[in-house]
């Protein structure tokens, strides 16, 4: 069964104060649908310049965001989540930065291609997606068919998806979803980031959740995958 918030005609539907209180932060905050409209012009009108548009989904309490927005003021940013509290902490961190080369949505990854353009990104980032570790919640872990589909259109030819687990269960599950795609080339696969892939972009950073996870000696685990649109 296909998860609805792939189809066309979804709508957000919730009731949460926060939801709300995000348009106190309106210049950099789109919210639910609002940034649909943006598909196709992200660099052409959102951020009036041309540049390498990279997208993160799972953004959480956005210090990788941070961080890699402020080292990188050359790139155009997207940092999705949709929990409603979190992304509400990260806009109060946000409003304090001095840069402008990022937006923030209150979105569910499973809308990026209703989000963004066919190849209209260029890097699409996934850092420890919630694991749904029990059997029966499995179907809701976003690392599936219907997203690779989403992931492979929104991308350019020769984009790339980063991606990185604590989770040894869902590492697995990813290793038995790519084998069934030809959409991407995996050309970086690690069961042990930080021993194994020392000098990958992987390992030039760590996620608030990946610092937990480190200090609990939890290996990490992630994959580099290239889109494959255009060498067929
Ligand atoms: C374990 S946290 C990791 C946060 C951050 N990437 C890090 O590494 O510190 C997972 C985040 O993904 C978000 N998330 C899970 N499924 C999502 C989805 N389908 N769309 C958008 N965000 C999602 C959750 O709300 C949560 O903030």
Known sequence: MVDHAYLENFKYKHRNPYHEKLTEF?????????????????????????????VEVGTGYGHFMREYCENNPDVNFVGMDYRFKRSYEL???????????????????????????DGEVDTL????????????????????????????????????????TDHDAYYEWMCEVLKDQDQFTISMQTADLWNEQQDHFLASFQTKFEKIFLKQGINIKGFELISKKGSH
């Open 91 to 117: 806009c109060k961190k946000l409003e304090r930065l001095k840069i402008d080369n990022y937006r923030y949505l209150r979105a569910k990854g499973e809308r990026i291609s209703f989000l963004f353009e």
């Open 125 to 164: 980032l996934y850092f420890f997606p919630d694991p749904w570790p029990k059997k029966r919640h499995n179907k809701k872990r976003l690392f599936q068919a219907p997203f690779l589909q989403s992931a492979y259109q929104v991308l350019k030819p020769g984009g790339r998806m980063f991606i990185k």
């Open 26 to 54: 309106s210049e950099f905050v789109m919210r639910d649908e609002e940034a649909e409209v943006h598909k196709g012009k992200w660099n052409s009108d959102v951020f009036k310049r041309d540049a390498r548009l990279v």
